[in-house]
């Protein structure tokens, strides 16, 4: 049973840093598939954040993402991060992480579509200006 646990959201300044975590089990992060970050703020659509490409160790960003943000991996850990740096009162919003699978739905994040069927419960994040 796959399952994808994140925490590390909370409350911070514009300006400020947070590093996101998503454990992983039963699924493996040195699995040939992707892994990625959403968020999702009241009353707007999932956004695409980040996304990783394990063989390869590719990423891609959303535009607003783009110089602030990076997602990695710690395959010893099983644990896929997403640290973020620069925050912005707009970055607020609750953030997933999800896994790739066959039987996903597609979604585009950055330059990159795949298909997601693994998501965690989500971890809220809050920047106050």
């Known amino acids: 049973q796959v399952q994808l646990v994140e925490s590390g959201g909370g409350s911070v300044q514009a300006g400020g840093s947070l590093r996101l975590s998503c454990a992983v089990s039963?699924?493996?992060?040195?699995?040939?598939?992707?892994f990625a970050w959403f968020r999702q703020a009241p009353g707007k659509e999932r956004e695409g954040v980040g996304i990783?490409?394990?063989?390869?160790?590719?990423?891609s960003y959303a535009d607003s993402a783009k110089g602030r943000f990076a997602i990695s991996r710690d395959n010893a850990k099983n644990t896929v991060y997403l640290q973020m740096n620069s925050l912005k009162p707009e970055d607020t919003a609750m953030y997933y992480c999800?896994?790739?699978?066959?039987?996903?739905?597609?979604?585009?994040?950055?330059?990159?579509?795949?298909?997601?069927?693994?998501w965690g419960q989500g971890t809220q994040v809050t920047v106050s200006s």
């Open positions: 999800a896994a790739s699978h066959a039987f996903g739905a597609w979604y585009t994040v950055g330059q990159t579509r795949g298909r997601f069927a693994y």
């Open positions: 039963g699924y493996t992060t040195s699995s040939d598939t992707f």
């Open positions: 990783i490409y394990t063989r390869d160790h590719s990423t």
